[in-house]
């Protein structure tokens, strides 16, 4: 079930610059890399269903061309960098309606073993693609590092993508930064850019999931391995392809989307032939 929001009545207006963005020119790909990597997840899909995604794709990138997107939501009151704790679950409750929703977002059931932690605000969401591809606003929300659907356990709660949970400004305080911040276990160095595009099919993707200009920035680059992505909750249908990993980090700030402006922060994902694990 999705965390997104029915966020229609949010303010449009205000700073519609994001955090964190890489100004950096990027190299040339191919014109299907120029997509974001969550609307070619390595999942696929059996006939005859196959055709729905696609289909519903199609259906979306219309109605951008024929309706425009959604302004950027209001911001944060927290910024990108500061700490926060999430507040308990008896006060997260009290913001919550019958569908444990607050202004149409979802508390889901992984975010409630963040909920007396501290965390850093990764990223001010104002404006994301949904899980239905369409363009949505949404205000007062940010990411936190860490603050993943796998959950705050040792277990992982989630689906396997390590998607960034949403969390409204209503169950976050401010915090002092945690004097000590756990050491990561293993380590992966991105491969060249030549090496990679050797991987590639002419359209800029392995296995359907795009490398994405903004992804080349990132070669050279020594850094921890997350998790390997293994996507569970899927219906039978469906079956994940390729080994894919999460680097410690790393995720999509919107530039597949640029002129959309998507805040979803979605991890980015590298295929095995494109790292060199330690």
Same mark, same amino acid.
């Not at 965390?3 to 950096?24: E, V």
């Not at 794709?57 to 309706?67: D, G, K, P």
């Not at 913001?95 to 202004?103: F, Q």
């Given at each position: 079930?999705s965390?997104?929001?029915?966020?229609?009545?949010?303010?449009?207006?205000?700073?519609?610059?994001?955090?964190?963005?890489?100004?950096?020119?990027?190299?040339?790909?191919?014109?299907?890399? =120029?997509?974001?990597?969550?609307?070619?997840?390595?999942i696929? /899909?059996?006939? &005859?269903?196959? #055709?729905l995604r %696609?289909? @519903?794709?199609?259906?979306?990138?219309?109605?951008?061309?024929?309706?425009?997107?959604?302004?950027?939501?209001?911001?944060?009151?927290?910024?990108?960098?500061?700490?926060?704790?999430?507040?308990?679950?008896?006060?997260?409750?009290t913001?919550?309606?019958?569908?444990?929703?607050?202004?149409g977002?979802?508390?889901?059931?992984s975010?409630?073993?963040?909920?007396?932690?501290?965390?850093?605000?990764?990223?001010?969401?104002?404006?994301?693609?949904?899980?239905?591809y369409?363009?949505?606003?949404?205000?007062?929300t940010?990411?936190?590092?860490?603050?993943?659907?796998?959950g705050?356990?040792?277990?992982?709660?989630?689906?396997?993508?390590?998607? =960034?949970?949403?969390?409204?400004?209503?169950?976050?305080?401010? /915090?002092?930064? &945690?004097?000590? #911040?756990?050491? %990561?276990? @293993?380590?992966?160095?991105?491969?060249?850019l030549?090496?990679?595009?050797?991987?590639?099919?002419?359209?800029?993707?392995?296995?359907?999931?795009?490398?994405h200009?903004?992804?080349a920035?990132?070669?050279?680059?020594?850094?921890?391995?997350?998790?390997?992505?293994t996507?569970?909750?899927?219906?039978?249908w469906?079956?994940?392809?390729?080994?894919?990993?999460?680097?410690?980090?790393?995720?999509?700030?919107?530039?597949?989307?640029?002129?959309?402006?998507?805040?979803?922060?979605?991890?980015?994902?590298?295929?095995?032939?494109?790292?060199?694990?330690?």
């Open positions: 079930m965390q997104l929001p029915a966020d229609t009545n949010a303010d449009a207006t205000g700073d519609t610059a994001r955090s964190g963005r890489l100004a950096l020119p990027a190299p040339r790909l191919p014109m299907q890399a =120029a997509r974001c990597q969550y609307e070619g997840l390595p696929h /899909a059996r006939p &005859p269903f196959g #055709v %696609p289909t @519903r794709l199609i259906r979306e990138h219309a109605r951008e061309r024929l309706t425009g997107v959604p302004g950027p939501g209001r911001p944060s009151a927290f910024e990108v960098g500061s700490w926060v704790t999430v507040r308990s679950a008896e006060e997260i409750r913001t919550l309606d019958a569908d444990d929703r607050l202004g977002l979802w508390f889901t059931a975010q409630w073993s963040f909920c007396g932690g501290t965390y850093q605000v990764e990223h001010v969401v104002r404006r994301m693609l949904d899980d239905h369409r363009m949505r606003r949404i205000s007062r940010v990411t936190l590092r860490g603050g993943t659907c796998a705050a356990g040792a277990e992982d709660e989630g689906c396997g993508l390590g998607c =960034a949970l949403l969390f409204r400004d209503d169950w976050l305080r401010s /915090a002092a930064a &945690p004097t000590a #911040v756990p050491a %990561p276990q @293993r380590f992966a160095t991105v491969r060249s030549q090496e990679i595009q050797q991987t590639l099919d002419p359209d800029g993707t392995l296995l359907g999931v795009p490398f200009a903004a992804m920035r990132h070669v050279g680059r020594r850094l921890p391995v997350l998790r390997q992505v996507p569970r909750a899927l219906p039978r469906q079956y994940p392809v390729g080994e894919w990993y999460q680097l410690d980090g790393l995720r999509c700030l919107g530039e597949p989307l640029a002129e959309l402006g998507c805040d979803r922060q979605c991890a980015l994902l590298w295929h095995r032939s494109w790292l060199t694990f330690e």
